[in-house]
């Protein structure tokens, strides 16, 4: 059997070998992948472990907790705390930024996270996840505040997720490609299963809650509409759908064997550029596609370039197999063109 290898030994790798990452950020992903190993011991627990079901409050966005929710906000502030490899956390369950504690040293990265992606799956035993994007605190600027983590995706120094499914596995890039970590439970640590994901760059797999499509703007209703008239239709090839309703699930399974996932802005609620987050949800997920040679826009421009203005900032996302996405992409594009006068 060929040797296996720990993410501590990928990491230490990356660090001693490949010169990728600095000690802090090594210890920074692995206080995040024994986090990710807590909570998914509390999803496998489920009912036995109380953790189902709603908890008597709301987060910033207006949107009913769920007790995991809480759970898994709560074990990566108190993974991360104290170690002295931040700054400073954000995450989607908390209104302004989550300050290290004066009692303990304050390091140089930020962190921000989903803590458990895909909520309304929870109580139904369908696939969830952790996403996270690290960021490094801009030089000489003193103490740490929301304006420091304005900073575009390009940015990021280390994103990934680890989702909660069948088994656990755990996503990484640090800039070098895309790795998968699946949980073995039985040692308890992460083990190198799968190393420089690429994704095939045609498809015939897209993702959308096709429930919303009366609401869609016309590029997004043409592409889908394209997909379903399938082999008789311009695209010239039949089309299969899938919609986990966990954006974990659904990137994972792109990178696993392609596809393209779509969260469009829609008029339901025109005011909100889309439903999903920037900066702890679109930002890291594009940047692992791109990573795996995907490509990844609000449906107009590159979301690694936006200029990110509030932490909580909203986007449209269309991300996964390259050729797609451009299709998508061209499409916005076109319709945004100015008819030619007559
Ligand atoms: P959450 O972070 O509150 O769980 O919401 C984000 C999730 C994504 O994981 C998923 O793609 C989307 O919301 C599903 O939305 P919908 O229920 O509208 O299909
Ligand atoms: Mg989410």
């Known amino acids: 059997m060929s040797k296996r290898v720990s993410l501590t030994q990928y990491l230490v790798e990356q660090q001693r070998v490949d010169g990728h990452i600095p000690s802090q950020l090594r210890l920074l992903l692995e206080v995040v992948a024994r986090a990710c190993k807590s909570i998914a011991l509390a999803v496998n627990k489920g009912d036995l472990g109380g953790v189902l079901g709603t908890a008597s409050s709301e987060n910033v966005q207006g949107e009913v907790q769920k007790k ?13 705390e104290w170690g002295g490899h931040l700054a400073a956390m ?6 302004g930024i989550y300050l290290v504690p ?15 992606d895909g909520s309304s799956n929870i109580d139904v035993n369908v696939s969830i996840g952790t996403i996270f994007s690290v960021l490094k605190k801009p030089d000489n600027a003193p103490g740490v505040t929301e304006q420091d983590f304005m900073q575009a995706g390009a940015k990021q120094v280390a994103a990934g997720y680890c989702v909660f499914g069948p088994q656990s596995t755990l996503v990484l890039t ?6 998968m970590f699946t949980l073995d439970r039985e040692k308890g640590s992460f083990v190198l299963t799968r190393e420089h994901v690429e994704i095939p760059p045609d498809t015939k797999e897209f993702a959308i809650n096709m ?3 009366r609401h869609w703007d016309e590029p997004v209703k043409r592409y889908v509409n394209e997909c379903l008239e399938g082999k008789e239709g311009p695209r010239g090839k039949d089309f299969n759908m899938r919609w986990v309703a966990s954006m974990v699930a659904d990137v994972h399974r792109i990178l696993t064997r392609g596809g393209i996932f779509m969260y469009p802005w829609d008029k339901r609620d025109p005011d909100k550029p889309g439903k999903l987050r920037l900066m702890y949800e679109a930002n890291p997920m594009g940047w692992l596609i791109e990573q795996a040679g995907g490509m990844a826009t609000d449906g107009r421009q590159r979301i690694l370039d936006i ?10 996302v269309v991300l996964g197999s390259k050729n797609e996405v451009e299709r998508v992409t061209q499409y916005h594009l076109e319709a945004d063109k100015p008819a030619p006068s007559a």
């Open 174 to 179: 640090v800039g070098d490609g895309v790795a």
């Open 307 to 316: 200029q990110p203005t509030k932490l909580h900032q909203r986007v449209s």
């Open 211 to 213: 429930s919303n499509m």
């Open 90 to 95: 954000a995450s989607e369950e908390m209104e």
């Open 102 to 116: 004066n009692r303990y040293p304050q390091g140089e990265y930020l962190l921000l996270f989903d803590p458990l």
């Open 68 to 80: 995991l929710d809480i759970i898994a906000n709560e074990v990566l502030i108190e993974a991360n």
